[in-house]
């Protein structure tokens, strides 16, 4: 297996791109710098006039117009079949597709819909992309790595090969959803850059100077060309929320043990102190909700042991709506602001992005005070050795199946070979250092009811989740701003705000980098480069506040015209 990897990726690189009908083939594929924004009309071009309509509807627009039987589910899934085709092509996206699977999948719901003149479910006739840490039956799973093509997890005589699909699969099925691809992600999934030995480098479909985000980046520059309407992805640290953020989209990391990741690939399976959590990302706030309350409508705690039972809580929802509607003092709600975590300043763009919120939710009457957690630092410092606890033994074994050569991007964090592993009594007081200082936030969280003005602690964070609107290639250099929330297991969702203008967003003369990791940020801001990309922010609450926070992040959305 090890012999002549470049041969095995070129030839499922192929595969691929040869799955994609005839028909939907671009006879050209143009450069960066002949286009370099391939969303909106440059996608359209290639797509009928009823296609155009069906892929810029989002998830619930769809779901509403199949129940109403005024589109089939054949239509939309060959709609969304096509401009996923058209995606891959242009920014490299997907692993796999199953298109036919995916069109008798549908012909099945419109005979149900047509004999019973109702739906399956909630996700009846809607299509949902999956990154490729989900195993669907007849399917490959190769999560970017050249060593598990052709097997199951890296094991070629494994039973479950074709066969298994994940419990978050059995469940979209059930709940009448069309699955016809997946997605694109790093090999590990440990970077924020998507790029593989098999596919190559996933771009960013606004700017394609710039990546589309990681370890979720196939599923953000998908849903970003609305090649899909909804999709999930992983989140260990960002790999949901910087994708959203780079491609224009909402996206959601619930708290562990909320949504169902039973029977899903993944890197370092085993290491439990900070877990990798499942979430959709979409166009639209309520489309996060649909999926997600839809999931939750199956009662996954049932089929995963580490999933809470906690049914879908309506009345968390309507407390912010009632809230934003109410015209007395009491109709406020509190945020805190971080605007830095003293480790590195976000760069102009997405600084101008926080405050953009800030001034949004202050001018509609709501309190807004400075975040001053608790040092991130050390926070940060718990969180990525967890992801050393095995000396990169597990990743390393995936790249020693073929002998493929490891992105620089991956290279930065484990090495050119594994490295010596933690004890026992390493890892145990790696996991008490967090819990204390998962203590420490939360009594400072607490503490911030003396200052809100309502009596109560602040309702959320407003914080960049990266310092880039999105990075650029090998340069996606400082995590902090995601991963301080993977550590602290809470709630966030991304809102998109603006997107990035060279003419406004520079950094002020004689601005001076507050240290060496500062200093690498400002050094690769280019404001030409960057012109015209997404920037996002998230909103980040307690553990299990995700009815709050979706409902916080689509006023949000609201106030900013979105």
């Known amino acids: 297996m090890v012999a002549d990897w470049e041969s095995r990726a070129k030839a499922k690189r192929e595969a691929i791109l040869n799955s994609i009908p005839e028909k939907w083939r671009l006879q050209k594929i143009p450069s960066a710098q002949e286009q370099k ?42 709609a969304f079949c096509h401009r996923a085709s058209l995606a891959h092509q242009l920014v490299n996206c997907l692993h796999e597709t199953f298109f036919d699977a995916a069109l008798a999948s549908a012909k099945d719901l419109d005979e149900y819909y047509a004999k019973n003149k109702k739906t399956v479910g909630p996700l009846h006739g809607v299509p949902v992309s999956l990154k490729d840490q989900f195993h669907v039956k007849g399917v490959e799973t190769t999560m970017g790595y050249v060593g598990w093509i052709g097997t199951f997890e890296g094991k070629p ?73 909804g999709g999930f992805g992983t989140d260990i640290g960002g790999s949901i929320r910087i994708p959203a953020a780079f491609n224009g989209l909402y996206g959601i990391r619930p708290t562990a043990g909320r949504l169902p990741y039973e029977g899903m690939a993944n890197s370092m399976d085993g290491q439990n102190s900070i877990l990798s959590v499942v979430g959709p990302l979409a166009t639209t706030v309520r489309g996060l909700r649909l999926l997600t309350k839809s999931i939750l409508s199956e009662k996954p705690w049932l089929h995963d042991p580490l999933v809470v039972d906690m049914p879908w809580r309506d009345a968390q929802e309507q407390a912010i709506l009632d809230i934003v509607k109410s015209s007395s003092n009491k109709g406020q709600l509190s945020f805190a602001v971080m605007r830095s975590d003293g480790i590195a300043n976000p760069q102009p763009p997405v600084a101008r992005a926080v405050n953009m919120v800030v001034e949004a939710l202050g001018k509609a009457g709501h309190k807004i005070i400075e975040w001053k957690p608790p040092s991130h630092q050390t926070l940060l410092d718990i969180s990525l050795m967890t992801w050393r606890y095995d000396g990169g033994k597990d990743v390393h074994e995936a790249f020693a199946l073929s002998g493929e050569k490891i992105s620089p991007q991956v290279k930065m964090s484990y090495g050119d070979k594994p490295r010596e592993q933690l004890t026992a009594a390493q890892v145990a007081a790696n996991n008490v250092a967090k819990r204390r200082f998962q203590k420490e936030y939360l009594d400072y969280w607490n503490s911030t009811a003396q200052e809100t003005g309502t009596g109560q602690p602040v309702d959320g964070i407003i914080s960049p989740l990266a310092p880039y609107p999105a990075a650029r290639p090998e340069l996606y250099r400082y995590y902090g701003y995601s991963v301080w929330v993977n550590g602290l297991d809470y709630t966030s969702v991304v809102v998109p705000v603006t997107t990035s203008d060279k003419s406004v967003d520079k950094y002020a003369d004689g601005y001076t980098p507050i240290n060496d990791q500062d200093k690498e940020v400002v050094d690769c801001y280019d404001a030409e480069l960057y012109d015209g990309a997404h920037v996002g922010v998230q909103i980040v609450g307690r553990r299990f506040t995700e009815e709050k926070m979706l409902a916080i992040a689509e006023y949000i959305g609201q106030l900013l015209g979105k």
């Open 37 to 78: 924004d391939v969303t909106g009309a440059y996608i359209q071009q290639f797509l009928n006039e009823k296609e155009v309509a069906i892929t810029e509807t989002d998830a619930v627009g769809i779901a509403e117009k199949v129940a109403a039987g005024e589109w089939s589910a054949v239509d939309v899934t060959e």
């Open 157 to 229: 005589d494994d039973q479950r090969k074709g066969t298994y699909e994940s419990e978050m699969v059995r469940e979209l099925r059930a709940l009448g959803a069309v699955l016809y691809c997946k997605t694109s992600v790093p090999h590990t999934l440990m970077t924020g850059e998507t790029v593989n030995n098999i596919i190559g480098y996933t771009w960013n479909p606004k700017n394609r100077y710039l990546c589309s985000g990681g370890s979720s980046g196939g599923e953000g520059a998908l849903i970003g060309l609305k090649g899909s309407p």
